[in-house]
């Protein structure tokens, strides 16, 4: 499972229509789909996706951003998944991303920032099994 990660494109790079744009993005930078689907979080399933961040002040606007509307999660696998991922997604803030990342290219700001890719190998999993059981992965 070290070679996987698990990511999602949020509410706002999906409501702007970018999903399709962000998939293709991944899957040219070497990411191989292992599970994928469309859903939406509701505020008590964001709040305990985001739970690590209870304590911050930005912890209740995260969570009514992250359960405004739908999203797709995925579970990715590729060599250094979890590294390479958040490379390619750039960092937590556009504005101090790096030109060509998803998030310099789809994110508006640093509480609305395009997507989530997980930050160990530990969390990849326990992200991945938030989301998607057995039966939905290849
Ligand atoms: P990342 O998503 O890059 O792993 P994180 O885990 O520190 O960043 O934070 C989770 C999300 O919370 C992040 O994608 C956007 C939001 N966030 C982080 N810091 C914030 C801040 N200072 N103000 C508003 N939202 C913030
Ligand atoms: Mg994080």
Redesign the pocket.
């Known amino acids: 499972m070290s070679n996987r990660t698990f990511t999602m494109i949020k509410p706002d790079a999906f409501a702007n229509g970018h999903s399709g744009a962000i998939l293709d993005m991944i899957v040219k930078a070497g990411f191989r789909l292992v599970a994928l689907k469309m859903t939406s979080l509701s505020s008590q399933k964001a709040g305990e996706f985001?739970s690590v961040?209870q304590a911050?002040p930005?912890y209740s606007?995260?969570v009514e951003f992250m359960s405004r509307g739908p999203i797709i999660a995925a579970i990715l696998e590729k060599e250094n998944a979890v590294a390479d991922f958040r490379k390619l997604i750039g960092?937590?803030d556009p504005a101090k991303a790096d030109p060509g990342t998803i998030r310099k290219l789809f994110a508006a700001s640093?509480?609305e920032?395009a997507i989530?890719?997980s930050?160990s190998d530990e969390n990849a999993r326990t992200e991945s099994d938030f989301f998607f059981s057995n039966l939905e992965r290849i």
């Open positions: 985001y961040h911050r930005f606007e995260l960092a937590t640093l509480g920032n989530h890719g930050d």
